[in-house]
């Protein structure tokens, strides 16, 4: 295999003129008799190259180290003809030889030498993306990223969490608390696997599995008029005190069922925080709209909300067409096959 001349040479000969082809010295002259008119044949010049593609560099690299076609071509794993052409279209794309045959050996070109170090970098480095691509592919068979909105007690999900590492003893897990529509953005955003959450409806992009649907309640405490009620109407929660709990998303289920919110409301206290909620609802100082299977502290009653009900689906939410990982997709199975609707 003969060396090519590099393309620069090449358009160096390429630049020709009428007076530089008459003249007898165009090979000393040739720089000042070129008229300015002259140009580069496209057809060399500016050639788009193919693209270097990775099995090309590990061939290039076997050849460096054997010198010899055959047996690189054996440490490949190819044939001697398929590693032939592959270092042809490397030279292709490179512009230039990068092995001279010699009688009885292989020799690299300055080519060669001068790209090696450059092509060793690429090597290492894609083996290294390998490397942490397969640590980071196994690390998340047994981990599970979940989001929880916050309006949904631990109880029922710290039981089917148990038997999740009863089947995968190894497991990872991390949850992540937060309102409802927030999940359905981690989610799409790739930083939960899987959210348990209720919301009025969702993104195409995401599936919903429903896992049970409960009624909203009045809360207060247990001497308070509320109590005796056997079902609050709305308009009555209007006339008392109410602790407004930021987190929930009563507001957007009633907006979706009944239209626009036109009621209003004595809010004398709001919190994000449900400790806070069952603090104030505790001391007496108002009454709150729950979810029905909200854990509650002693001493506070729920009576059922009419005129108008207001229900919620708790769902478990994925995105449409991306697979779980292993932990996830247990999970998954195992939210399905619990009961909900039976205490924890």
Not at 74 to 80: A, D, L, N, P, R
Not at 261 to 279: A, C, H, K, P, Y
Request: hydrophobic share 45%; proline share 5%.
């Amino acid at each position: 295999m003969e060396e090519r001349p590099f393309p620069l040479a090449a358009a160096a000969i390429l630049l020709t003129s009428e007076n530089a082809m008459k003249s007898d010295n165009a090979h000393i002259h040739a720089s000042r008799t070129i008229r300015p008119s002259a140009r580069i044949a496209p057809s060399r010049i500016g050639r788009r190259r193919g693209t270097m593609e990775t099995h090309e560099i590990k061939y290039f690299l076997a050849m460096v180290r054997e010198l010899n076609f055959t047996r690189a071509a054996s440490t490949c794993g190819i044939t001697q003809p398929a590693l032939t052409r592959a270092i042809r279209k490397l030279e292709s794309e490179l512009g230039g030889a990068l092995f001279l045959r010699r009688p009885g050996h292989i020799e690299m070109t300055r080519l060669a030498r001068e790209i090696l170090p450059r092509l060793e970098a690429i090597e290492q480095g894609i083996t290294a993306v390998r490397a942490h691509a397969a640590t980071v592919a196994e690390s998340q068979l047994n981990s599970l990223r979940l989001g929880v909105m916050c309006t949904v007690g631990p109880t029922h999900i710290v039981a089917f969490l148990s038997k999740l590492q009863l089947a995968i003893p190894d497991v990872e897990i991390s949850i992540v608390d937060a309102k409802a529509g927030q999940i359905v953005d981690l989610l799409i955003g790739d930083d939960i696997d899987i959210g348990i959450t209720a919301w009025p409806s969702y993104p195409e992009t995401v599936h919903a599995e429903l896992l049970i649907s409960e009624r909203y309640m009045v809360v207060a405490r247990h001497d308070s008029s509320l109590a005796a009620e056997a079902e609050v109407p709305l308009e009555l929660v209007c006339q008392h005190n109410y602790i407004e709990r930021l987190g929930c998303e009563f507001d957007d289920y009633y907006e979706a069922r009944h239209g626009k919110w036109t009621l209003e409301m004595n809010v004398t206290f709001s919190s994000e925080r449900e400790d806070w909620i069952q603090g104030l609802l505790s001391a007496g100082l108002g009454c709150a709209i729950v979810p029905e299977r909200m854990e509650m502290v002693e001493g506070i009653v729920k009576r059922p909300l009419v005129s108008p009900e207001v229900t919620r689906e708790v769902s478990m939410v994925t995105l449409r067409g991306k697979p779980l990982p292993r932990a996830a997709a247990a999970f998954a199975r195992i939210a399905k096959s619990h009961r909900w609707q039976d205490p924890a």
